[in-house]
């Protein structure tokens, strides 16, 4: 059963902010929040993971609400690299919970 | 960063022949890595999950003698497809857990596998 929800896809502008939206009602107190993204063809790339802070790196950042039944992952300024499918997934952390479950993801679409 | 390659990139087989695909960390060891595939316009579909001189553990509905996995390093996992047939087209991504660093998953490009 998936465990997030995330919009199929979104189109944003090159240069603006891209806010992707991931639903994730039924998270545990132990799992965490992680961002993947999938270019056409390739392998996915780690972006960004959260407990329940907000996070920021190089790539992006991850802001989860207080209840941490949601989170949204910003591209501060998309680019047209940026274009793939947006994947949010819960895990938790050690044992046996180590297995990331893809699901539908967003195709963020960058246009010029 | 940490780098994991596979190879080959691509590969073309006849329907019945057996394909092997190679999993390598390059910079870190990894005693877990995992093997997806991913059918055209579908998400990635966890196979199994290789541990370095163990068994592999696979998903349900996978075949394990048809998917046959070898991680006999801390760098290297195999998976091969044998007697492959058309259905078997597909992409195939592996993941290396990095022990030495945050436990991330850091994944392969994905190798192409086309069955005529």
């Known amino acids: 059963d998936a465990k997030t929800t995330q919009p199929p896809s979104m189109d944003c502008a090159e240069g603006r902010a891209a806010n992707l939206p991931c639903n994730h009602s039924?998270?545990?107190?132990?799992?965490?929040v992680y961002w993947y993204r999938q270019i056409h063809s390739q392998g996915p790339q780690y972006i960004i993971h959260g407990l329940k802070n907000n996070e920021t790196n190089e790539m992006a950042s991850l802001i989860i609400t207080e209840d941490r039944k949601s989170s949204t992952l910003i591209l501060p300024h998309a680019t047209l690299r940026d274009t793939a499918v947006y994947y949010c997934?819960?895990?938790?952390?050690?044992?046996?919970?180590?297995?990331?479950?893809f699901g539908k993801g967003t195709l963020l679409t960058v246009n010029p | 960063g940490a780098v994991v390659s596979q190879h080959p990139s691509r590969v073309i087989c006849k329907s019945g022949t057996s394909v092997k695909i190679e999993c390598r960390s390059l910079d870190f060891q990894a005693t877990t890595m995992f093997w997806y595939r991913q059918f055209p316009k579908q998400s990635l579909m966890l196979m199994a999950t290789?541990?370095?001189?163990?068994?592999?553990?696979?998903e349900q509905g996978v075949e394990k003698d048809k998917f046959l996995i070898n991680h006999a390093s801390l760098t290297l996992s195999t998976l091969t497809v044998t007697s492959a047939h058309p259905e078997d087209s597909s992409f195939y991504i592996c993941?290396?857990?990095?022990?030495?660093?945050?436990?991330?998953?850091?994944f392969g490009p994905g190798t192409r596998l086309t069955v005529t």
């Open positions: 997934i819960v895990r938790a952390e050690g044992g046996s919970n180590y297995k990331l479950t």
């Open positions: 993941s290396a857990r990095d022990l030495g660093g945050n436990y991330e998953q850091y």
């Open positions: 290789s541990n370095e001189g163990s068994k592999a553990t696979y």
């Open positions: 039924t998270i545990s107190g132990n799992e965490y």
